[in-house]
């Protein structure tokens, strides 16, 4: 605003501010000694933050219970055999 620019979206900045994190943490992994064992640190630590998602959307974890026929399907079955 002082330099007469127009300002930004909360999110175009919180983006701008994560790029450059990203950017300031490959710098020093690649500066480091040891840039092997920064870059395994790194790695785990983006890991541990990452958050897992379940889906729905493909049971995962859910029971399911028995997979059997039912009575109305089985009287179907015997039906169309005939």
Known sequence: LENK??????GCL???IKAEALIKTV?????????KQQ????TAAIIS????HRSKKHLAGLDLGKQESSESL???A???IN
Not at 27 to 35: G, K, L, N, Q, R
């Open 5 to 10: 620019q127009p300002g930004l979206p909360v």
């Open 14 to 16: 919180t983006e701008r």
């Open 74 to 76: 089985k009287y179907r």
């Open 39 to 42: 870059l395994e640190a790194f």
């Open 27 to 35: 710098e020093s992994v690649v500066t480091a000694d040891e840039p």
């Open 49 to 52: 933050v990452l958050p897992e």
């Open 78 to 80: 015997a039906a169309s």
